[in-house]
């Protein structure tokens, strides 16, 4: 821990470019990279949308989409391989551009620094290069619905050799191969650069008093998130890197002897079709838990402050999250039980995968268990943050059967993994991030958002989720195949109305977005002035003005004198405690 | 509100178990000699899943609904035992859970993977293909030619690359689309892909399986029941891939052994 003042701190910025562009401000570049997430998860919705009307009502003309692609939608019914590519770009951007962005590198950037009493991260040019690197990947990941024969098609986990044989393999998997390989590649410098910000504000920017165990719930979700993505995205980016070159430099990292495709002998030879899944699952198993820990962070932090009391044990969750941070790494193989892996490594595989439910049900445990006797405010963001809980539930205990090596011979590849991971990473995580929205609204604008429209697009969304992802377990059961774009195999068939079903939830719930879309720009404009500590928080963010000044503080730099949670501790003179308050008092419940 | 948030999560909970429990929408059914190991692997991880799933969002809702309107002068409680119960329950409760699903589970597993086919099942080989399978008995031989990727001729009906003329071991490989196999009799599949990944997936069978380029694997399985059961590929391969299909046909001794003498007089 240091003194802050020692921190070389940049001027607050004058010209319109430096302020809000090219910012080197924390907040500025948080709020950046919310806006890039905005956009992108409006932009994987309505493709969302338009999967979902050519799943549950076949060859439907869906008017004006053959301006998005001429050859993808003749007649505006979209093609095999245009729905694939759709597909592939659906779970691309919403992976990586809304659930990796919007709670980890958005509000982490905004809120880490004030929570642990800095002025700004210690690198503040590599922080603006990380968002603009990373909406650069954005624009490059764009720009090949646009470009050649369209995007990729072979899906976001873009298994080999599919992804690295070129053009021989089908629309979009030569130049719009290149561009995701190379989206990709960009945007995990952009999410390193960011990592070693958190990192090092963690371990280096705490103001005098504030202890690892005094950090708020949240900076130690975002703390234990750049760990992960220190590791994983410097995985990713090597072995995007060696499919780029397997394209375009004759190499065959991921492609075996002797291939013949569409007629032709290829003249790659051994490489290894294995390699690719084992690179991008090492990231990508990690990648779920850089989605959900930072929801569980705002979860936690959301409704201590709605409970009016601490959760039962600080440290118990600190530990979960880190044992879920330690373990994530050694259950990647879940995914490739039925790979032609060695059916022995499943196995291995698949205990530690089971044992990571050990840590995430305690967590749920102690969430629950601190509703118990709490004073429960009900708002948006509680709902948000309880309705969170309520999912990660859902999509948690599905995660019992695809642990097992058994059961995934059945259920591998159908509806029932697609079910498992939107409710427990997906729309857990984006429940995070709407509860992170309504809470810290205030603080990032200056702003009130409107609770009326928020408990309404909160209600609106509970029920439509539950509407769009549970049934999707039962056709996973009946055995229906991921990633067909029509059901024409006669098992299939009388499975069609729960597709129309889903589809019709979907496109209600997608619907009721833009009750938050037009909350959130109309707040943002014509909201109530907020106050400095609308929700009674006892964390740093709450003890600077609103909207925070450039350096987060003023004049005076915080001094943290409790633990983050003081909530109706019996002695203290008021119903909470700031971090910053010299009252003593002595708290029965404190964790030794 | 918050009451009725906590009704929703209820109805939510005891809605989301009904298709379940109701067999709506059920497993294809088995017709493998050991595929009721995963059945009943199934069934025990369903019970304490759904257990675990309604136990937790009832739970949840009844303190929602509890304690969401204190009086303002109500003191904070904690919950009887504190973290240090939840941790245990935590340990307990799951880590029984997992050790019984990880020990039971892997007995089925093993089944299909440790136990090696038996000396007599019969050899198929299966190819797969952009966007199709293909099938090869070995003939009386009871030896598969090589591949030849180079001769490989779609045109020409010659989809593994066979060379029949200067090859001894293909002269009597019977190539076809379709896979039939007797009844009650052990098969030995081998895998092979030609060109991408693949998967290889007949849910009545309880076999799933993906081909890897470059790496052939061999599977076994034996089906108990006569009948006709589609094949499909599970692994993303391409525009075409919802259509990759073909179907198993599983006959008597007899019928299958007529059938396999029709397609050795078709090659």
């Known amino acids: 821990m240091h003194e802050v003042s020692a921190h070389a701190a940049h001027g607050a910025p004058t010209s319109f470019i430096r302020k809000y562009i090219f910012s080197l401000d924390h907040k500025v570049i948080g709020k950046q990279y919310y806006a890039l997430a905005l956009v992108a998860v409006f932009v994987g919705m309505f493709l969302s949308w338009l999967m979902r009307l050519h799943l549950g009502f076949a060859n439907y003309a869906i008017p004006g989409l053959h301006l998005l692609s001429k050859t993808g939608a003749p007649g505006n019914v979209m093609t095999p391989e245009y729905y694939l590519q759709l597909m592939t770009m659906h779970g691309t951007i919403m992976v990586f551009f809304v659930l990796t962005t919007a709670p980890f590198a958005a509000f982490g950037n905004f809120f880490l620094p004030i929570q642990v009493g800095a002025e700004d991260m210690p690198f503040p040019h590599f922080n603006m290069m990380s968002f603009w690197v990373t909406f650069v990947a954005f624009l490059v990941l764009i720009s090949s619905f646009f470009v050649g024969d369209g995007p990729t098609l072979a899906g976001w986990t873009q298994y080999a050799p599919l992804s690295a044989v070129g053009s021989v393999a089908g629309p979009g998997q030569g130049l719009g191969e290149i561009l995701w390989a190379s989206s990709i590649a960009i945007f995990c410098v952009g999410q390193l650069l960011g990592s070693l910000n958190f990192i090092t504000t963690t371990l280096d920017m705490r103001t005098k008093g504030m202890s690892l165990m005094r950090m708020p719930l949240t900076s130690w979700a975002w703390f234990i998130t750049s760990l992960m993505g220190l590791t994983a995205f410097a995985v990713l980016m090597p072995a995007c890197i060696l499919l780029i070159l397997d394209h375009v430099a004759g190499t065959s990292f991921f492609i075996a002897s002797n291939l013949v495709i569409s007629g032709q002998l290829l003249h790659h030879s051994g490489g290894s079709t294995l390699l690719w899944q084992h690179l991008f699952w090492f990231f990508g198993h990690p990648e779920v838990y850089i989605a959900i820990v930072p929801g569980m962070g705002i979860v936690s932090h959301v409704l201590i402050t709605n409970m009016r009391r601490p959760l039962l044990s600080h440290r118990v969750i600190i530990a979960c999250m880190t044992s879920i941070g330690v ?42 268990g601190s509703l118990y006797g709490s004073k429960l405010r009900i708002n948006a963001a509680s709902l948000f943050a309880l309705g969170f809980i309520s999912m990660f539930i859902s999509g948690g205990v599905s995660g019992f059967f695809l642990a097992q090596p058994s059961i995934d011979i059945m259920l591998h590849a159908t509806y029932f993994v697609v079910g498992h991971f939107h409710l427990v990473m997906a729309v857990a995580a984006i429940f995070g991030i709407f509860a992170g929205t309504y809470f810290w609204f205030p ?32 056709l996973g059961i009946a055995a229906n195949v991921r990633r067909y774009q029509a059901f024409t195999d006669p098992y299939l068939i009388p499975l069609i109305p729960v597709h129309k079903f889903i589809t019709v939830a979907a496109l209600a719930t997608g619907a009721a977005q833009f009750i938050f879309l037009y909350n959130l720009v109309h707040s943002r404009f014509w909201g109530a002035a907020a106050p400095d500590n609308p929700w009674e928080g006892t964390s740093l963010e709450w003890s600077t003005a609103t909207p925070p000044p450039h350096n987060n503080f003023g004049d005076k730099m915080p001094v943290v004198y409790h633990d983050p949670y003081e909530y109706n501790i019996e002695g203290a003179s008021s119903e909470y405690v700031m971090q910053t308050s010299p009252e003593q008092y002595t708290n029965p419940h404190e964790e030794k | 509100m918050a009451k009725l948030f906590a009704v929703t999560i209820i109805l939510i909970a005891i809605g989301s178990a009904i298709p379940i429990v109701m067999h709506m929408w059920p497993m294809p059914a088995d017709i493998s000699l050991n595929g009721h190991l995963i059945d009943e692997q199934y069934a025990d991880t369903m019970m304490e899943a759904g257990l675990a799933f309604l136990s937790s969002q009832i739970l949840l809702a009844i303190f929602i609904w509890k304690f969401s309107h204190p009086k303002p002068d109500a003191k904070v409680k904690y919950f009887p035992g504190g973290a240090r119960v939840l941790v ?121 399986q993906d081909f890897v380029p470059g790496l052939d694997l061999t599977i076994h399985f034996t089906a108990t029941k006569i009948g006709r059961y589609e094949i499909v590929c599970t692994q993303l391969c391409g525009l075409g891939h919802y259509a990759m299909t073909a179907y198993l046909d599983v006959k008597s001794q007899e019928d299958y052994e007529t059938w396999l003498k029709q397609q050795a007089a078709l090659q």
């Open chain 1, 327 to 368: 373990l994530s790494y050694m259950v990647y193989g879940h995914h490739m039980f039925v790979s032609g892996m060695n059916p022995a490594s499943s196995l291995a595989f698949s205990f530690p995968t089971l044992i990571i439910t050990i840590p995430a049900t305690i967590i749920v445990l102690i969430w629950i």
């Open chain 1, 443 to 474: 603080k990032m604008t200056g702003h009130m958002m409107n609770e009326t429209l928020g408990k309404l697009h909160f209600w609106l969304t509970f029920v439509g989720a539950y509407c769009i992802f549970m049934p999707f377990h039962y």
């Open chain 2, 88 to 208: 245990i329950a935590g340990f307990l409760l799951v880590g029984t859970e997992v050790v019984a699903l990880g020990v039971f589970g892997a007995k089925a597993w093993g089944m299909a993977y440790f136990t090696p086919p038996a000396a007599d099942a019969i050899p198929i080989q299966v190819q797969a293909q952009q966007f199709a399978f293909y099938f090869r008995y070995p003939g009386p031989d009871g030896k598969f030619g090589p591949i030849h990727p180079n001769l490989i001729d779609d045109a020409e009906g010659n989809y593994f690359g066979l060379d029949t003329t200067n090859d001894q071991d293909s002269k009597d490989d019977i190539v076809t689309a379709e896979i039939a196999v007797p009844v009650n009799r052990e098969v030995h599949l081998f895998m092979h892909s030609r060109d991408l990944g693949h998967s290889f997936y007949v849910p009545e069978l309880r076999v799933h």
